[in-house]
């Protein structure tokens, strides 16, 4: 489904190679987790792959579905069905929570050739999805983010992804500022999304997160590469020892 092969990547402003060769495969239905100590390249890969300005591609490819990315503009990306779920959401005052999801679900659905939603349609599937996630209905007639808990915004992100239905949901460090309830309930929203032809790139420092969204396969970054891989145990193996022995043992 994602495709990486071998992806340099670079900050435009200070000219200073952030990613060094990034291999990594996300087929469909599977979720694969990345962890890595700060400044390792994790997040640079989230936004490199959503399209995020200020970072140039100086080798290497990223397909999903057989389609490159990396050449689309961000809103493209999304229509193609890449989902980023940021590390810190931002508020949007003055736009109602609604208005911002059915402006985004009808702008992918116009991309793919699809009739857009009328809103009766929209209430009726958006509401459905609140249930699902156990999202309070209130949360939907607010601006988008605003006044909201971390915990909040966090499902917030989560019942967008359900609106949008993406192909690729890649997330940054979905569980920083967290408790854990609010943790625990943006993971069940997350694995009710779980779906054979949907892939999660789950981005994370802790095991804590990987205890609730458990993952396939566990990668470990450092130095902008994947030095190594394995299954969920590989997480557990980063929580007893630290990344220092395992960057070391490959290096």
């Given at each position: 489904?994602?495709?990486?092969?071998?992806?340099?990547?670079?900050?435009?402003?200070?000219?200073?190679?952030?990613?060094?060769?990034?291999?990594?495969?996300?087929?469909?239905?599977?979720?694969?987790?990345?962890?890595?100590?700060?400044?390792?390249?994790?997040?640079?890969?989230?936004?490199?792959?959503?399209?995020?300005?200020?970072?140039?591609?100086?080798?290497?490819?990223?397909?999903?579905?057989?389609?490159?990315?990396?050449?689309?503009?961000?809103?493209?990306?999304?229509?193609?069905?890449?989902?980023?779920?940021?590390?810190?959401?931002?508020?949007?005052?003055?736009?109602?929570?609604?208005?911002?999801?059915?402006?985004?679900?009808?702008?992918?659905?116009?991309?793919?050739?699809?009739?857009?939603?009328?809103?009766a349609d929209f209430l009726k599937v958006v509401r459905e999805r609140a249930k699902e996630l156990k999202i309070d209905a209130d949360?939907?007639?607010?601006?988008?983010?605003?006044?909201?808990?971390?915990?909040?915004?966090?499902?917030?992100?989560?019942?967008?992804?359900?609106?949008?239905?993406?192909?690729?949901?890649?997330?940054?460090?979905?569980?920083?500022?967290?408790?854990?309830?609010?943790?625990?309930?943006?993971?069940?929203?997350?694995?009710?999304?779980?779906?054979?032809?949907?892939?999660?790139?789950?981005?994370?420092?802790?095991?804590?997160?990987?205890?609730?969204?458990?993952?396939?396969?566990?990668?470990?970054?450092?130095?902008?590469?994947?030095?190594?891989?394995?299954?969920?145990?590989?997480?557990?193996?980063?929580?007893?020892?630290?990344?220092?022995?395992l960057v070391e043992e490959v290096a």
């Amino acid at each position: 489904m994602l495709e990486i092969k071998n992806l340099h990547v670079k900050l435009e402003e200070e000219d200073k190679q952030i990613l060094k060769g990034v291999d990594l495969t996300v087929e469909a239905g599977k979720v694969h987790a990345i962890m890595g100590p700060n400044g390792s390249g994790k997040s640079t890969l989230s936004y490199v792959l959503s399209g995020r300005d200020g970072y140039e591609v100086t080798d290497g490819t990223a397909t999903l579905n057989g389609e490159d990315i990396l050449d689309m503009e961000p809103e493209e990306r999304a229509a193609a069905g890449v989902f980023l779920a940021f590390q810190y959401p931002v508020e949007i005052p003055g736009v109602g929570n609604m208005t911002f999801m059915r402006t985004a679900v009808n702008a992918q659905r116009k991309a793919r050739g699809q009739d857009e939603l009328s809103a009766a349609d929209f209430l009726k599937v958006v509401r459905e999805r609140a249930k699902e996630l156990k999202i309070d209905a209130d949360m939907l007639k607010r601006p988008v983010n605003v006044g909201f808990s971390g915990g909040e915004k966090k499902r917030n992100e989560i019942l967008q992804m359900a609106m949008l239905e993406p192909k690729m949901c890649i997330l940054d460090e979905t569980d920083s500022g967290l408790d854990v309830d609010a943790m625990k309930l943006v993971a069940d929203g997350v694995n009710a999304l779980r779906a054979p032809d949907r892939g999660f790139l789950v981005i994370t420092h802790y095991q804590r997160l990987l205890d609730h969204i458990v993952p396939d396969v566990v990668h470990i970054m450092s130095n902008g590469r994947i030095v190594k891989t394995g299954g969920p145990e590989l997480a557990l193996e980063v929580e007893k020892n630290g990344y220092a022995d395992l960057v070391e043992e490959v290096a």
